[in-house]
């Protein structure tokens, strides 16, 4: 049913949903290998789709860890809402991720110690996903990581234009193989770049 939903959502928004498939779970947890669970209070996932980095995250947190979804695809954020109702302390929002950092506050959350992102930066308009980083950096506590994946390297250096360290790793167990990183430590001339 998930993957149906999927393909589904791939076919009518290709830009935005960027793949055919759900995340396998040996990338998944790739994108979990460099989090402290135990010292995480606050964690923002960009667009979760079926929830394959989700269901993650709410395995290995501390439960006392507050976990915010941002996902502007009404189809998949109506399947989390059902789908992590009984979940405490998970907020989901329908709603874009270049406007997070109002999210967070919104719900009372003072900083963010990890960025997880399924958003597929190789088709989005780079305004937008210049907007997106920008977004995040600004609500990163100081060691925060904004940890994403891609098809190919072809972004790395647009994640640097934002982040003075990204690390890269690949997954081959996943269709296609991808890329995870992630970068801290935000460029500390991103005012000047980008008149935030």
């Given at each position: 049913?998930?993957?149906?939903?999927?393909?589904f959502q791939y076919i009518v928004h290709p830009r935005a949903v960027g793949a055919i498939l759900?995340?396998?779970?040996?990338?998944?947890?790739?994108?979990?290998?460099g989090i402290e669970?135990?010292?995480?209070?606050?964690?923002?996932?960009?667009?979760?789709g079926t929830g394959a980095f989700t269901k993650?995250?709410?395995e290995k947190r501390n439960p006392k860890?507050?976990?915010?979804?941002?996902?502007?695809n009404k189809a998949f954020y109506l399947l989390l809402k059902e789908k992590f109702k009984d979940e405490r302390n998970v907020f989901i929002v329908n709603g874009s991720a270049e406007t997070s950092?109002?999210?967070?506050?919104?719900?009372?959350?003072?900083?963010?110690?990890?960025?997880?992102s399924g958003l597929p930066f190789a088709s989005l308009p780079k305004s937008v996903s210049a907007n997106i980083l920008l977004d995040t950096a600004k609500m990163l506590k100081k060691n925060g990581e904004f940890i994403?994946?891609?098809?190919?390297?072809?972004?790395?250096?647009?994640?640097?234009?934002?982040?003075?360290?990204?690390?890269?790793?690949?997954?081959?167990?996943?269709?296609?193989?991808?890329y995870v990183f992630s970068c801290s430590m935000p460029q500390s001339n991103l005012e000047e770049l980008y008149g935030v």
């Amino acid at each position: 049913m998930k993957r149906l939903l999927f393909l589904f959502q791939y076919i009518v928004h290709p830009r935005a949903v960027g793949a055919i498939l759900p995340s396998s779970r040996f990338l998944g947890d790739k994108m979990m290998e460099g989090i402290e669970f135990k010292t995480a209070k606050y964690i923002v996932e960009y667009g979760p789709g079926t929830g394959a980095f989700t269901k993650k995250l709410l395995e290995k947190r501390n439960p006392k860890t507050i976990i915010l979804l941002v996902e502007q695809n009404k189809a998949f954020y109506l399947l989390l809402k059902e789908k992590f109702k009984d979940e405490r302390n998970v907020f989901i929002v329908n709603g874009s991720a270049e406007t997070s950092s109002q999210y967070v506050k919104d719900y009372g959350m003072p900083y963010i110690d990890y960025v997880i992102s399924g958003l597929p930066f190789a088709s989005l308009p780079k305004s937008v996903s210049a907007n997106i980083l920008l977004d995040t950096a600004k609500m990163l506590k100081k060691n925060g990581e904004f940890i994403t994946f891609q098809y190919t390297t072809f972004k790395k250096t647009f994640f640097e234009q934002f982040f003075t360290k990204t690390d890269v790793k690949k997954e081959l167990r996943n269709v296609p193989p991808a890329y995870v990183f992630s970068c801290s430590m935000p460029q500390s001339n991103l005012e000047e770049l980008y008149g935030v």
